[in-house]
Every structure is written in C-alpha cells, then in structure tokens.
C-alpha cells in the first residue's frame, strides 16, 4: 500500500507557474508508475503525464507538452509536476496516481492506477 498526498496548489494568473508535490508514504515510489491527472467538475479525469520511478522517459499530454515537467527525487519519496505557462484551460483539481510495483507505466487510463492522493486545487485566471 502507498498513501500520496498532494501539494503545492493555488490561484495564478494566466502565464503564471505552480509546482505541484505529490509525497508517498508507506511504499517506495521507485519502481512504481507515478501520473498527474485532473478533473474539472462534470467532466472525466483526464490524464496530464506519467513517470516511472526509476528515471525512465516521462510521457505527457499533448495539451500540456512543452509546458509541463514531471520529475521524481527519490530521496523524498516525491513525484513534482512543474506547471510553466499556465492557461484558463488548465483550471482543474489535479490528483497524483499511483500503480503497484513494478507493473508497466504506458497506460494514462484513470481506471489502471490504484492508488490516489486526495487531490490540489488550480485554479488559472485570465
């Protein structure tokens, strides 16, 4: 089992950035499929990157490549999304997802990812 907590969220203006912070507990992250995904309100949650936490190549959505950065630090238990560039768009409560260990990392479907964070508000103002 692996407990993740999210932080980091917050009002920002349009351009602006945010980093986001999603801390597991009671498991290692390495070895572990670790994603962002985000919801807005009657909509499905859809996924925004993926890592998996032995440092391999990081997978995003198109919507938010070359704008957004997941990253890892193991030391911390940690998995970061750095959000540059922000759009209105991109108004959503984001949540960190997690699968058990060593299974594969090349699937953004919410329903393959079992364990889940309580969720960080952002909210972007134009």
């Known amino acids: 089992q692996v407990q993740l907590v999210e932080s980091g969220g917050g009002s920002v203006q349009a351009g602006g950035s945010l980093r986001l912070s999603c801390t597991a507990s009671?498991?290692?992250?390495?070895?572990?499929?670790v994603a962002w995904f985000r919801q807005v309100p009657g909509k499905e949650r859809e996924g925004v990157a993926r890592?998996?936490?032995?440092?391999?190549?990081?997978y995003y959505a198109g919507f938010v490549e070359g704008r957004f950065t997941i990253s890892q630090d193991n030391a911390k238990n940690t998995i970061y999304l750095q959000m540059d560039n922000l759009e209105p768009d991109d108004t959503a409560m984001y949540y960190c997802?997690?699968?058990?260990?060593?299974?594969?990392?090349?699937?953004?479907?919410?329903?393959?990812?079992?364990?889940w964070g309580q969720g960080t508000q952002v909210t972007v103002s134009s």
């Open positions: 890592i998996y936490g032995n440092g391999g190549s990081p």
């Open positions: 997802a997690a699968r058990g260990r060593y299974t594969a990392c090349a699937d953004m479907r919410s329903q393959a990812y079992t364990f």
């Open positions: 009671g498991s290692t992250i390495i070895n572990r499929c």
